[in-house]
Protein backbone atom coordinates (compact mmCIF):
# COMPACT_ATOMS: atom_id res chain seq x y z
CA UNK A 1 0.00 0.00 0.00
CA UNK A 2 2.47 2.29 1.17
CA UNK A 3 4.74 1.90 -2.23
CA UNK A 4 1.37 3.11 -4.44
CA UNK A 5 1.52 0.18 -6.33
CA UNK A 6 -1.88 -0.95 -5.65
CA UNK A 7 -4.51 -0.09 -7.90
CA UNK A 8 -7.24 0.94 -5.73
CA UNK A 9 -11.13 -0.29 -6.56
CA UNK A 10 -12.82 2.76 -4.92
CA UNK A 11 -16.48 2.36 -4.27
CA UNK A 12 -19.14 3.11 -2.23
CA UNK A 13 -18.78 1.02 1.22
CA UNK A 14 -20.65 1.50 4.70
CA UNK A 15 -17.80 2.23 7.32
CA UNK A 16 -19.60 0.12 9.80
CA UNK A 17 -20.03 -2.92 7.41
CA UNK A 18 -15.69 -2.50 7.01
CA UNK A 19 -15.39 -2.04 10.76
CA UNK A 20 -17.33 -5.55 11.88
CA UNK A 21 -15.43 -7.59 9.16
CA UNK A 22 -12.23 -6.85 11.02
CA UNK A 23 -13.31 -6.84 14.23
CA UNK A 24 -15.23 -10.35 13.92
CA UNK A 25 -12.23 -11.66 11.93
CA UNK A 26 -9.64 -10.03 14.58
CA UNK A 27 -11.45 -10.75 18.00
CA UNK A 28 -9.80 -14.24 18.68
CA UNK A 29 -6.54 -13.08 18.39
CA UNK A 30 -7.48 -10.15 20.53
CA UNK A 31 -8.54 -12.04 23.11
CA UNK A 32 -5.96 -14.27 23.26
CA UNK A 33 -3.38 -11.50 23.72
CA UNK A 34 -5.33 -10.91 26.90
CA UNK A 35 -7.54 -7.50 25.36
CA UNK A 36 -10.99 -7.14 24.09
CA UNK A 37 -12.50 -4.93 21.71
CA UNK A 38 -15.11 -2.47 21.81
CA UNK A 39 -16.85 -2.06 18.83
CA UNK A 40 -20.41 1.05 18.59
CA UNK A 41 -20.88 2.35 14.72
CA UNK A 42 -22.59 4.91 13.16
CA UNK A 43 -24.38 2.29 10.13
CA UNK A 44 -25.18 5.61 8.26
CA UNK A 45 -21.61 6.81 7.74
CA UNK A 46 -20.19 5.76 4.17
CA UNK A 47 -17.09 6.63 2.17
CA UNK A 48 -15.65 5.96 -1.30
CA UNK A 49 -13.08 3.55 -0.88
CA UNK A 50 -10.81 0.43 -1.68
CA UNK A 51 -12.92 -1.79 1.08
CA UNK A 52 -10.19 -4.24 0.98
CA UNK A 53 -7.39 -1.39 1.75
CA UNK A 54 -9.77 0.29 3.86
CA UNK A 55 -10.15 -3.54 5.80
CA UNK A 56 -6.31 -3.97 6.25
CA UNK A 57 -5.72 -0.72 7.31
CA UNK A 58 -7.78 -1.31 9.88
CA UNK A 59 -6.70 -4.75 10.99
CA UNK A 60 -2.61 -2.89 10.96
CA UNK A 61 -4.00 -0.17 13.39
CA UNK A 62 -5.55 -2.89 15.87
CA UNK A 63 -2.50 -5.14 15.40
CA UNK A 64 -0.26 -2.26 16.31
CA UNK A 65 -2.61 -1.49 19.37
CA UNK A 66 -2.56 -4.77 20.69
CA UNK A 67 1.64 -4.99 19.98
CA UNK A 68 2.33 -1.90 21.47
CA UNK A 69 0.10 -1.85 24.24
CA UNK A 70 1.34 -2.30 28.02
CA UNK A 71 -0.68 -5.10 29.98
CA UNK A 72 -4.15 -5.88 29.35
Known amino acids: MEAGQ ?6 PVRCAQIVRAVVDDFQREVLAAGYSIEYRAD ?3 A ?7 L ?4 RNLLENAVKYSPGE
Do not use: K
Open 6 to 11: HPYQFE
Open 43 to 45: DAA
Open 47 to 53: VDADPEA
Open 55 to 58: GRAL
